[in-house]
């Protein structure tokens, strides 16, 4: 898969395995019969980052009460959201992808340009995937603003 596809509704998720911040590995799998939530993020410590990641949190007993696991992925290190959720009390698991493998296999590592500059870089990004480990709804270029609502409601909606 290219840099520039992304994963569509109703195909099987990518599987992965990650190290969260305590250097545990976390696979997709392990959470076959719960409602994911995996949103990619560009960097902590940054004001939309933390942002998102205290909206997360602030309704993480609500996605838990729908039978759902929120998952935060970034390319920084395990000590980097060590350091991350301590500052900000946050009290999501946050996923390292150093390697960019899985951040790829989402096609949420694309090419992006600043002040005039080309790099690549983390397209915030999120993917529902239900029980049986399908996508159920993403949201591409997400804007932070009221999104882990929206991602809450489109959860509630879809479980009926």
């Avoid at 994963?7 to 990650?18: I, R, T, W």
């Amino acid at each position: 898969m290219s840099a520039k596809e992304t994963v569509e509704v109703g195909q099987p998720a990518p599987e992965f395995c990650l190290p969260d911040q305590n250097e545990q590995n976390v696979c997709l799998n392990k959470f076959r019969g719960k409602w994911v939530v995996l949103y990619f993020y560009p960097k902590d410590n940054t004001t939309g980052c933390t942002a998102e990641a205290i909206d997360f949190t602030a309704l993480l007993d609500a996605f838990r009460a729908a039978n759902a696991e929120v998952l935060g992925v970034s390319p920084d290190s395990p000590k980097s959201h060590v350091n991350f959720i301590a500052k900000k009390g946050l009290k999501l698991r946050l996923l390292s992808d150093t390697e960019r493998e899985v951040l790829k296999a989402y096609g949420v590592w694309q090419l992006k340009k600043m002040y005039g500059r080309e790099y690549y870089g983390v397209v915030r990004s999120t993917f529902l995937i239900d029980p049986s480990g399908k996508i159920a709804y993403v949201w591409p270029k997400v804007k932070v603003k009221g999104h882990a609502e929206e991602v809450l409601q489109t959860l509630q909606s879809l479980q009926g």
